[in-house]
């Protein structure tokens, strides 16, 4: 049986674990998530440092959290957790010990955990094996200006399915159509969150954005009718940014910054608002053909964590695509040009 | 001897009707108190028939790619919550809802109002576990659900959408169900 039980004890209990702490067992006070280019992150934050156990089954399709000495208290409902490589958490009891679960894909790479202070928090990278769906783009050249066509739905998510077609097609012609008109210009990288019929998360589109280095970020959808619509970020009622005390040091020496960055994940996008308003302007504009047209405002999961100017395009099945694809490329390349 | 035994008599006799009378007088007194008054009569009768009265109230529902309002009329209920709960199962059992996208496809399961005013709408899959819409259909639809909520009850601050009794990322999607919800009134058809 392939198991991390004794490194994670050792590791545990080399902890400069909190006086009582150990056969108080452990209490998680919540869960996070988040899905990266190259990994999933479960983050449980607990109440007092103390030992646990993790273990992956042999098969290697599940891993087990548990406590290493006492009982183990959830005190919050687990999130709902699906991407490529985990399918789902859940709370059961094995041979009288209660553990999460965590179910993985068969492409799951390696687990790796660590444990951080401030507050004290475990944490579980699980690696997307070396059939990663998202591809991780080269890093462009210096004067290179990176934009970033995210085709919507696809895989089993078709999305809208019309006389014209299917949503998750059409998205992605229309992105093909437009990459093979920007790529004309050798200052301009464009990169597409996926070249194929398949499945990504939002937060993996977001990922693949943000780790290209995108300048703006274009989601591209289409709805029955021949209307277009381009939709902005609604920031109003946006949760104030969640605050880290300082680190003063992580158990086992691991850099928190890049757990810290994730704690702001979901509120990139904040950072970005006029930008994503003019492009959203500039854009709605060209689609529409009108210079009072205006972006709409909604909140959408997909563009909150994207760390760039962002909008998400619907255009109308009945419109006529080759025309729809000049207005974007248009309206790209004058958002360039001028920003 | 004999005029003495009159006078008592006489005195025992007044002492009778005296504290008779006193009696009287508190028994009418006392019934007078607690007797309804023909105000109070009306009062209460006015409360009973605004019970019995159905609450009218505004309903938004996508309609030609906007939101639409209609009145209608729900049975009055003990609290909030449930007259809350009521307004919605009105919404999802209007038939022009009942062609739009995204509302078509889920059912209410069940609505929690709390302390703060959050009311949290628990939603769930209707026969078509699939919810496929556009953006902006999406956007209509959650807002029909909140403007619902918000414009005719002034105890509901806020909203939140649940899936299954679960926090969830989208209903079709597109629009991120991990915030609140205030009303959106410039989705409305003017």
């Known amino acids: 049986m392939r198991t991390l039980f004794a490194l994670m004890v050792l590791c545990s209990l080399s902890l400069p674990v909190n006086a009582g702490a150990v056969g108080n067992g452990l209490t998680v006070n919540s869960v996070r998530h988040a899905s990266y280019a190259t990994f999933t992150r479960l983050v449980f934050e607990i109440e007092a440092a103390a030992p646990y156990v993790l273990i992956r089954s042999t098969d290697g399709r599940s891993v087990t959290l548990s406590s290493y000495d006492g009982p183990f208290l959830l005190k919050t409902p687990l999130p709902m957790v699906r991407d490529s490589v985990v399918l789902g958490l859940e709370l059961r009891v094995e041979a009288g010990r209660t553990v999460v679960g965590v179910r993985l894909d068969g492409t799951a790479g390696a687990v790796k955990d660590f444990v951080l202070r401030g507050p004290d928090r475990i944490v579980i990278d699980i690696a997307k094996g070396a059939a990663a769906p998202v591809p991780v783009p080269a890093l462009p050249t210096k004067k290179q200006t990176v934009i970033v066509l995210d085709p919507g739905h696809g895989g089993k998510d078709t999305g809208s399915v019309a006389s014209q077609g299917v949503e998750k097609t059409l998205a992605l012609d229309l992105a093909l ?28 589109r977001a990922a693949a954005s943000n780790a290209a280095g995108a300048l703006l970020f274009v989601s591209i959808h289409s709805s029955t009718g021949t209307g277009s619509r381009v939709f902005i970020q609604d920031l109003l009622d946006e949760p104030e940014p969640q605050t880290v005390r300082p680190v003063s040091g992580d158990f086992l020496g691991y850099e928190a910054g890049s757990e810290q960055k994730e704690l702001l994940w979901g509120r990139q996008q904040a950072a970005h608002a006029r930008e994503s308003g003019v492009l959203g302007r500039e854009l709605a504009r060209q689609l529409v053909g009108q210079d009072s047209a205006e972006p709409v405002q909604a909140p959408l999961a997909l563009l909150k964590a994207v760390d760039a100017a962002a909008v998400m395009i619907e255009t109308g099945m009945d419109t006529d695509r080759a025309q729809a694809a000049a207005a974007i490329v248009k309206g790209i390349e004058r958002y360039v040009r001028e920003n | 001897m004999q005029s003495s035994r009159l006078l008592f008599g006489v005195a025992v006799i007044i002492a009778v009707l005296v504290a008779s009378g006193g009696g009287l007088l508190w028994l009418w007194m006392g019934s007078s108190n607690t007797a309804p008054i023909p105000a109070e009569q009306d009062r209460q009768l006015a409360q009973q028939l605004l019970r019995d009265e159905p609450l009218s109230i505004t309903l938004y529902y996508p309609h030609e790619g906007m939101l639409a309002t209609e009145s209608t009329v729900v049975k009055r209920q003990p609290d909030t919550q449930s007259l809350a709960r009521a307004a919605l199962e009105a919404l999802f059992a209007d038939q022009r809802v009942a062609l739009e996208p995204v509302l078509r496809d889920i059912r209410l399961r069940e ?9 949290y709408v628990d939603l769930t899959p209707g026969a078509r576990k699939d919810v496929r819409a556009s953006a902006w259909e999406e956007q209509l639809a959650i807002y029909a659900l909140v403007n619902t909520l918000l414009q005719n009850f002034e105890e509901i601050k806020q909203v939140r959408l649940l899936l299954d009794g679960t926090e969830a990322q989208t209903l079709a999607g597109h629009i991120d169900l991990s915030r609140t919800f205030a009303k959106r009134m410039d989705l409305v058809k003017q």
């Open chain 1, 177 to 204: 159509a437009i990459r093979n008109s920007l790529q004309k210009d050798p200052h301009l990288k464009v990169v597409l969150t996926r070249e194929k019929d398949q499945a990504l998360t939002l937060d993996e």
């Open chain 2, 111 to 119: 609505l929690y109002l709390d302390g703060s005013g959050t009311a």
